[in-house]
């Protein structure tokens, strides 16, 4: 039996998120990243989205490509992943979106009403399972950051310097409230992932727009808008906007292989406890509610020496990530659902068409460190560290760390370069020539490795977040 539709959509009240009836509502969930914006490491190929798929596109030919893409967006989400997330007694899903899903850079203007028709049987279908969805626009024209998971293919956020691209995507998102006013199972809409704006004031000015844009011809919808420097920086943020939840991401460095491991002793948790706060002041200062929209660790595979103490370690971390989200009562969304066995709830199966065919290639990318999240550099340490070195040498100390996003460093900044744009760029190739010849049957095979029938669940994961959410049932 169908859950009831909700009556009127969410919206904020003071400090929390409320229905109707004016009862608080805690949305606890996941997202589908992956899916209808791809990521280098939850899917295994190198680089940036764009890129893959022309060098998809020059192997397969059109038809197949169109073929295989087509069933890896069918597979990927389906009634059964959203029977699953509601059988854990989770409330939301966070929808991330590649914005060519809906505009074409050749045709200025021009909506794809495909776009439409695929975040539809995910809302659909989470809705039938009685869960809320939140729409995220996960790239930009230009990228809105300098990340990988921008699509931009470059180490820059030029999205913040052509006021077309800031115009392009207004008009989107009015066209998207458009299509969802009235939808009480869309708890709202994210309007940007993680942007970094380096002059802190260009992004102030173009959620003001946007607000209104929305607000235009949807009144109703929340819109959770996370903070500058990938959702973790509110100090340039001035004032709140209405009916607006305001959005941490609350990554944990002992959660990575590059962090300490996570002990629980009382200066990490105090640490966790630090690094929130700082976070959320804005929050807490102005009265509104907290979303955090991104949170987790990465999990050894069972290759990786003393992966069930590592792993136990990371359960450990996210367990007192959660203790202090449910002491506030903020509501969350844990990165990510559905992956090749890194982070995900879910993850395709050793055993699949997919693993066993991109075994070597994931192999060699890992070793290489392609991939800035979750990196392991211990293969490649005595090339980098002589390059890094070399940059130190050469520029000013007073200069070193001023490129912006600072936290990056001058490491993070080569790195960025070097192994996540360009060598990851030219990767493109390599991976997609391991589909070469592959027949349809073939690619439907390979595709339906990410159906959740087809899927390992990460139980460990899985059994905190269930208890967790029976805590508020």
Not at 140 to 147: K, L, T, V
Request: charged share 25%; aromatic share 14%; hydrophobic share 35%.
């Amino acid at each position: 039996m169908a859950p009831p539709t909700p009556k009127k959509c969410l919206r904020v009240e003071g400090t929390d998120i409320v229905d109707a009836d004016g009862k608080p509502v805690i949305l606890k969930g996941c997202a589908t990243g992956g899916h209808t914006n791809m990521e280098n490491f939850i899917t295994g190929y190198p680089g940036h989205e764009s890129e893959m798929r022309k060098a998809m596109l020059e192997v397969l030919g059109q038809e197949k490509y169109d073929f295989f893409f087509d069933k890896f967006l069918e597979y990927f989400f389906t009634p059964s992943d959203a029977k699953f997330l509601a059988s854990l007694g989770l409330n939301c899903v966070r929808i991330p979106i590649n914005y060519h899903h809906f505009l074409d850079d050749h045709r200025p203007g021009f909506i794809k009403q495909e776009g439409f028709k695929l975040i539809d049987s995910i809302v659909d279908a989470c809705a039938a399972e009685g869960l809320y969805t939140i729409i995220d626009m996960h790239t930009f024209p230009g990228g809105q950051n300098q990340g990988w998971h921008s699509d931009a293919g470059i180490h820059k956020a030029l999205f913040w310097n052509f006021k077309v691209f800031q115009d392009s995507m207004t008009d989107l998102w009015v066209e998207i409230a458009k299509h969802y006013k009235g939808n009480t199972w869309v708890a709202g809409y994210n309007p940007m992932n993680e942007p970094a704006d380096p002059d802190h004031t260009a992004l102030q000015a173009w959620y003001k727009r946007v607000e209104r844009a929305i607000r235009e011809v949807d009144p109703d919808h929340i819109l959770f808008l996370d903070g500058n420097t990938y959702a973790m920086d509110f100090s340039g943020f001035k004032e709140v906007l209405p009916n607006c939840v305001y959005a941490i991401h609350d990554y944990a460095s002992f959660g990575f292989p590059a962090g300490e491991p996570y002990l629980g002793t009382p200066e990490q948790k105090e640490a966790l406890q630090k690094a929130y706060e700082r976070k959320v002041q804005f929050m807490k200062e102005k009265g509104v509610p907290i979303w955090n929209g991104e949170f987790g660790p990465v999990y050894a595979s069972l290759e990786y020496p003393d992966h069930d103490k590592i792993n136990q370690q990371r359960y450990d971390l996210l367990g007192q990530q959660l203790k202090i989200y449910k002491k506030d009562e903020i509501s969350w969304s844990i990165w990510l659902y559905k992956d090749i066995g890194f982070q995900g709830m879910v993850h395709a199966s050793a055993d699949s068409a997919y693993i066993k065919l991109l075994k070597p290639f994931l192999d060699k990318k890992k070793r290489l460190g392609a991939d800035k999240w979750g990196r392991d550099d211990s293969a490649v340490k005595h090339i980098y560290e002589p390059l890094v070195a070399h940059f130190k040498e050469s520029i000013l100390p007073e200069h070193i760390n001023k490129r912006y996003p600072q936290v990056w460093k001058i490491e993070g900044h080569i790195n960025r370069v070097l192994r996540e744009t360009l060598m990851s760029e030219i990767l493109c190739w390599e991976y997609a020539s391991y589909f070469e010849g592959k027949s349809l049957e073939e690619l439907d095979e390979l595709a339906a490795s990410f159906k959740f029938e087809n899927c390992t669940k990460r139980e460990g994961l899985n059994d905190i977040l269930r208890k967790d959410a029976e805590t508020v049932a």
